[in-house]
């Protein structure tokens, strides 16, 4: 069990979630925690943790904190500056990444060149960057524990596999979203409060609009290659409403694995901090006589053309997952300030990919570059 942690994006859900998970567990100390621009919870959240360090995304919000918590010893930065010194912290033995976007890949970078565990929740970490990543993780002999319920589940079954070339295939579950059985004529009239309406999970703005369109789950299946070192033929996805069984693996002797749950991420979040050991946790133990039945069909790549996008966009390889993320980004904030509509969102990353040339075995600058033209397309051909 790790014994100090560093959180990147402690008042977002996964944050609280994980100061929740740490708050019940003894022996955990908190070495950082960053934020975006929640004052508030965060000078709750050092109040209650005593974090050596305390990071908001603008030198405002930052002079804000300060501030609020002058007579807390706790010191205060701002900026990318600022997350990548609360990733790579001495004190830490373990950094949860739950910041959303682009934004975690260079604190997840300097965290595993510092030797720490790798809670990881930020998904545009490996989908963008995820070669790098893995390179580096194998580098500096780094643990990376996905807290992604899926890819939580997919780890678990694995545990007491020996050989990647037992493995067949992963098998991603995806709840639908809150337009599941929703025609592509009938999506075109929905709003942005419709899409914020996820049937089973309460999570941020921007992964929510992505479990809408389905790109949360292509995003997944990018990371899931990325993670278990699989070619994308061998990652798929699967329909299953009720958020019960949370991903499987079958196995080239026809055995099918399942992590079974409620749908709750404090699950995760506590395995990635007390792996390979269990403790008791929280969360409501699954009633199986009263879950109900559990259905499973094949995802409308037609009407939900991101998940297609996504896996494209992974048999081109390069920078295209890159491209794709960066433009996605930008195209679901244009809709969450209700800019443009939801097929929208397909229609600028769609348009991203095609225009911003791909870049085979980037350098992390070709990424970032990659990024930052993805977004440069979508802000231009929104208007």
């Not at 900026?79 to 975690?104: F, K, P």
């Not at 002797?253 to 929280?282: E, H, K, S």
Request: aromatic letters at 4%; hydrophobic letters at 45%; proline letters at 4%.
């Amino acid at each position: 069990m790790v014994k100090c942690v560093s959180i990147l994006g402690s008042t977002g859900s996964i944050g609280r979630q994980s100061l929740d998970i740490i708050s019940r567990m003894d022996g955990i100390r908190v070495a950082a925690l960053t934020a975006g621009t929640s004052v508030e919870r965060m000078a709750q959240q050092c109040r209650q943790f005593h974090p050596e360090l305390a990071v908001m995304a603008t030198e405002a919000t930052a002079e804000a904190l300060k501030s609020a918590i002058s007579d807390l010893p706790t010191e205060v930065a701002w900026g990318e500056e600022g997350l990548i010194r609360a990733a790579s912290m001495e004190s830490a033995d373990c950094v949860i990444t739950a910041v959303v976007g682009m934004v975690g890949l260079k604190p997840t970078l300097a965290a595993i060149r510092a030797g720490k565990r790798i809670g990881l929740a930020n998904k545009e970490t490996l989908v963008c960057a995820g070669e790098l990543v893995m390179a580096e993780a194998d580098k500096y002999g780094v643990e990376i524990i996905p807290v992604d319920s899926e890819h939580s589940a997919i780890f678990q079954c694995l545990m007491g596999c020996k050989e990647p070339r037992q493995i067949k295939r992963l098998i991603l579950t995806c709840s639908g979203g809150p337009f599941f059985g929703m025609t592509a004529e009938q999506l075109r009239s929905v709003t942005k409060a419709d899409a914020l309406k996820h049937p089973n999970w309460k999570m941020g703005a921007k992964i929510t609009i992505d479990c809408a369109t389905l790109m949360n789950k292509g995003l997944e299946v990018i990371e899931a290659m990325r993670l278990y070192r699989l070619p994308l033929e061998q990652v798929d996805v699967v329909i299953h409403r009720q958020s019960i069984a949370h991903s499987f693996v079958e196995f080239i002797d026809g055995a099918v694995m399942a992590q079974l749950g409620a749908p709750d991420m404090r699950l995760p979040i506590q395995l990635a901090l007390t792996y390979p050991d269990r403790m008791a946790c929280p969360v409501d133990p699954l009633d199986l006589t009263k879950c109900g039945s559990l259905t499973f069909c094949e995802p409308d790549l037609e009407t939900f053309p991101c998940l297609a996008l996504a896996r494209r966009c992974a048999k081109m390889g390069g920078t295209a997952c890159a491209v794709m993320n960066g433009a996605n980004e930008e195209a679901v904030a244009l809709f969450l300030d209700d800019k443009i509509g939801f097929y929208d969102i397909y229609e600028l990353v769609s348009r991203a990919v095609e225009e911003v040339p791909n870049v085979m075995e980037p350098t992390l600058e070709d990424i970032l570059e990659a990024d930052r033209l993805a977004r440069q397309s979508v802000l231009a051909n929104f208007k």
